[in-house]
């Protein structure tokens, strides 16, 4: 997730744009940069670092001219530095794009373009858009722009000048964000409304492969058939700080809406059908597989409780034995590791000290170490041998949501392709999973839709001082995190217990009007639960049970029942876990919690 701006109009670009961006910085900030047509030539200034840093720079060395573009970054390919910041160029520095997105098959445009002579500079996958749009350019940029993006696959919202018409910024957007402001005698490209909101409250909400033309005498704007497009004026009544949340109440609900997407761009360009898993930074051969007997995953809170679906996950595809553990304990208990370990750490920060003392630790015994993290450039992708980044973009509330689905995600994809390696499982096994995950994004969206029902029960038991979340096998992990999710941000104490396990004491705790949230989605422990279910039903507890739809008979037994769409068995916890982080939340708002900055808490823990 990054943050785009563009401007045409009379005024000093580059001010405008400083200012946009600062609106835009929860969407990204690890870099920045703007490029302003200065005297018909193009000019960029850009650095690794917050915004601030950026205005530093230009302070120093000013930029002028009226017609500009300019980003906000959130690193996904190449770690953030001044190189791999935008805007980037062609090599004359003719042609100049900002883009927030992913282009998935930017590995292939990369070799063709070569193979043409072209010549790229950074690790992005953007640098292939300005190359390509020099490609294409026969001295008309919007034709050359719409023909550019026939070639790119992946998601776009693209800002793009040339000197060579330097009074237009050319724009087109598909599944990522993209605004246009109207201001009198000047006009704006944005990746969100915050960003020209001190200019003007009219503005043109663009759909997929529509382009935009900007000058300072207008806006037009066309379909990817070059026709032109009429579009009605939204005028903003709202104010920039509920834009910033997406008109949400707050981040963590924006960011547990925002899964689909998460989910949907943590798989995008590794799995794809009938394709071998493809994994940008860990390269571990068959040899080296062969020779690991033990897989360790480590990590803290909810990180560690992604690593304990992924120890059912990797055991069950890739039938390699995992143990997992919690990071500041693992380190201080003398674990026997060797060069046979792999050790896998999670962490959404990368930043988490007791899980960079693990991967420190664990290095030193010769153990190999794969980080999965959400940011790129941390001190824990840059210390692990190998990388998985998950591509959740920027996690702003405290409570952990959208890390830890796509952490889920990471877990599945590292499974499946271990399970290639050693050759676990059969192809079409293989296949169902990987089709299977690719509907996820889609059934996460209608799983959003039981607001009413978890609303209505939060807002009967948030009174409760005490709740128990039960499940089995792989709902275990996920009651867990559900768990950890209603104590972080609504203060309600609350235990994760295994079916199995109730009856060996915690039972006892079981009352008339006790709450219990259960999730069933294991087929060959249905019954099992089922009778876990009624042992507490019996003694008095108000269960709500979260389970595949087809599942009605939970109805008869239970005070209130979700139903998530069906899917692998395996592949439950990306569903499951949603209704459980909404009950959370609707029970911390029913509490009038801060649910973005619970107390006593900090989103990245970097002391021990
Ligand atoms: C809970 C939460 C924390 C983090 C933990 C690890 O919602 O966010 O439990 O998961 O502090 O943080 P990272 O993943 O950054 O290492």
């Given at each position: 997730?990054?943050?785009?701006?563009g401007?045409?109009g009379?005024?000093?670009?580059?001010?405008?744009?400083?200012e946009?961006?600062?609106?835009?910085?929860?969407?990204?900030?690890?870099?920045?940069g703007?490029?302003?047509?200065?005297?018909?030539?193009?000019?960029?200034?850009?650095?690794?670092?917050?915004l601030?840093m950026?205005?530093?720079?230009?302070?120093?060395?000013?930029?002028?001219?009226?017609?500009?573009?300019?980003?906000?970054?959130?690193?996904?390919?190449?770690?953030?530095?001044?190189?791999?910041?935008?805007?980037?160029?062609?090599?004359?520095?003719?042609?100049?794009?900002?883009?927030?997105?992913?282009?998935?098959?930017?590995?292939?445009?990369?070799?063709?373009?070569?193979?043409?002579?072209?010549?790229?500079?950074?690790?992005?996958?953007?640098?292939?858009?300005p190359?390509?749009?020099?490609?294409?350019?026969?001295?008309?940029?919007v034709?050359?722009?719409?023909?550019?993006?026939?070639?790119m696959?992946g998601?776009?919202?693209?800002?793009v000048i040339?000197?060579?018409?330097?009074?237009?910024?050319?724009?087109?957007?598909?599944?990522?964000?993209?605004?246009v402001?109207?201001?009198?005698?000047?006009?704006?490209?944005?990746?969100?409304?915050?960003?020209?909101?001190?200019?003007?409250?009219?503005?043109?909400?663009?759909?997929?492969?529509?382009?935009v033309?900007?000058?300072k005498?207008?806006?037009?704007?066309?379909?990817?058939?070059?026709?032109?497009?009429?579009?009605?004026?939204?005028?903003?009544?709202?104010?920039?700080?509920?834009?910033?949340?997406?008109?949400?109440?707050?981040?963590?609900?924006?960011?547990?809406?925002?899964?689909?997407k998460?989910?949907?761009?943590?798989?995008s360009?590794?799995?794809?059908?009938?394709?071998?898993?493809?994994?940008?930074?860990?390269?571990?051969?068959?040899?080296?597989?062969?020779?690991?007997?033990?897989?360790?995953?480590?990590?803290?809170?909810?990180?560690?409780?992604?690593?304990?679906?992924?120890?059912?996950?990797?055991?069950?595809?890739?039938?390699?034995?995992?143990?997992?553990?919690?990071?500041?304990?693992?380190?201080?208990?003398e674990?026997?590791?060797n060069e046979?370990?792999?050790?896998?750490?999670?962490?959404?920060?990368?930043?988490?000290?007791?899980?960079?003392a693990?991967?420190?630790?664990?290095?030193?015994?010769?153990?190999?170490?794969?980080?999965?993290?959400?940011?790129v450039g941390?001190?824990?992708s840059?210390?692990?041998?190998?990388?998985?980044?998950?591509?959740?973009g920027p996690?702003?509330?405290?409570?952990?949501?959208?890390?830890?689905?796509?952490?889920?995600?990471?877990?599945?994809?590292?499974?499946?392709?271990f399970?290639?390696?050693?050759?676990?499982?059969?192809?079409?096994?293989?296949?169902?999973?990987?089709?299977?995950?690719?509907?996820?994004?889609?059934?996460?969206e209608?799983?959003?839709?039981?607001?009413?029902?978890?609303?209505?029960?939060?807002?009967?038991?948030?009174?409760h001082?005490?709740?128990?979340?039960?499940?089995?096998?792989?709902?275990?992990?996920v009651?867990?995190?559900?768990?950890?999710?209603?104590?972080?941000?609504?203060?309600?104490?609350?235990?994760?217990?295994?079916?199995?396990?109730?009856?060996?004491?915690?039972?006892?705790?079981?009352?008339?009007?006790?709450?219990?949230?259960?999730t069933?989605?294991?087929?060959?422990?249905?019954?099992?639960?089922?009778?876990?279910?009624?042992?507490?039903?019996?003694?008095?507890?108000?269960?709500?049970a979260?389970?595949?739809?087809?599942?009605?008979?939970?109805?008869?037994?239970?005070?209130?029942?979700?139903?998530?769409?069906?899917?692998?068995?395996?592949?439950?916890?990306?569903?499951?876990?949603?209704?459980?982080?909404?009950?959370?939340?609707?029970?911390?708002?029913?509490?009038g919690?801060?649910?973005?900055?619970?107390?006593?808490l900090?989103?990245?823990?970097?002391?021990?």
């Amino acid at each position: 997730m990054c943050g785009i701006v563009g401007f045409v109009g009379k005024r000093e670009a580059s001010p405008i744009l400083v200012e946009g961006l600062s609106k835009l910085e929860y969407r990204g900030y690890d870099s920045a940069g703007v490029a302003i047509i200065e005297e018909g030539d193009i000019k960029i200034s850009k650095c690794k670092g917050r915004l601030a840093m950026l205005e530093e720079k230009l302070k120093e060395a000013p930029l002028s001219g009226a017609i500009g573009i300019g980003h906000t970054r959130w690193a996904t390919h190449g770690e953030p530095s001044d190189l791999n910041s935008h805007p980037h160029a062609n090599e004359c520095g003719s042609i100049t794009v900002v883009h927030n997105g992913i282009i998935e098959n930017y590995l292939h445009l990369r070799e063709w373009l070569s193979s043409k002579g072209y010549k790229f500079f950074s690790e992005t996958d953007t640098e292939v858009i300005p190359n390509l749009v020099d490609y294409y350019y026969k001295g008309d940029l919007v034709e050359a722009v719409m023909k550019a993006v026939t070639k790119m696959e992946g998601s776009y919202a693209i800002g793009v000048i040339t000197k060579n018409e330097p009074d237009k910024v050319v724009a087109v957007r598909k599944d990522s964000p993209l605004i246009v402001g109207l201001g009198e005698g000047e006009y704006f490209i944005a990746s969100d409304i915050p960003a020209v909101l001190n200019h003007t409250r009219d503005i043109y909400l663009l759909n997929d492969k529509e382009f935009v033309v900007l000058t300072k005498d207008g806006v037009q704007i066309l379909s990817e058939e070059g026709e032109e497009i009429k579009k009605e004026i939204y005028h903003v009544t709202w104010n920039a700080d509920a834009a910033e949340k997406g008109g949400y109440e707050d981040f963590m609900l924006k960011e547990i809406h925002e899964q689909p997407k998460a989910i949907k761009d943590t798989m995008s360009s590794r799995i794809i059908p009938g394709q071998p898993i493809s994994l940008d930074k860990i390269n571990i051969t068959k040899e080296e597989l062969n020779g690991i007997d033990r897989i360790y995953i480590v990590a803290c809170g909810t990180a560690y409780h992604a690593g304990i679906v992924g120890k059912y996950v990797i055991e069950k595809l890739a039938k390699i034995p995992v143990e997992v553990d919690i990071a500041s304990e693992f380190r201080y208990r003398e674990p026997i590791i060797n060069e046979r370990t792999l050790i896998i750490v999670i962490s959404q920060s990368g930043e988490t000290a007791d899980t960079l003392a693990v991967l420190r630790e664990s290095k030193k015994k010769d153990c190999r170490v794969i980080a999965v993290t959400n940011v790129v450039g941390s001190s824990i992708s840059r210390e692990a041998d190998d990388v998985l980044y998950t591509w959740a973009g920027p996690e702003i509330a405290v409570a952990s949501t959208k890390a830890y689905v796509t952490q889920l995600i990471a877990m599945y994809i590292i499974g499946l392709h271990f399970a290639e390696i050693k050759e676990t499982m059969s192809k079409a096994d293989m296949e169902l999973i990987k089709e299977e995950m690719l509907k996820l994004p889609e059934k996460a969206e209608e799983t959003l839709s039981h607001k009413e029902t978890l609303q209505k029960f939060a807002s009967k038991t948030y009174m409760h001082k005490d709740m128990f979340f039960l499940g089995r096998g792989i709902d275990y992990a996920v009651a867990m995190e559900g768990s950890l999710k209603l104590k972080e941000i609504s203060y309600v104490h609350s235990e994760a217990y295994a079916g199995g396990e109730l009856k060996h004491g915690p039972i006892a705790l079981i009352e008339k009007g006790t709450i219990v949230i259960t999730t069933l989605t294991q087929g060959f422990l249905f019954d099992k639960m089922v009778s876990n279910i009624k042992e507490v039903v019996t003694r008095g507890a108000k269960v709500m049970a979260i389970a595949f739809e087809g599942n009605n008979v939970i109805e008869k037994i239970v005070d209130s029942a979700i139903y998530i769409p069906k899917t692998l068995d395996i592949l439950s916890p990306i569903l499951s876990v949603i209704p459980q982080q909404l009950l959370a939340y609707y029970m911390a708002k029913q509490k009038g919690c801060d649910v973005d900055k619970p107390r006593n808490l900090a989103k990245s823990v970097t002391v021990e």
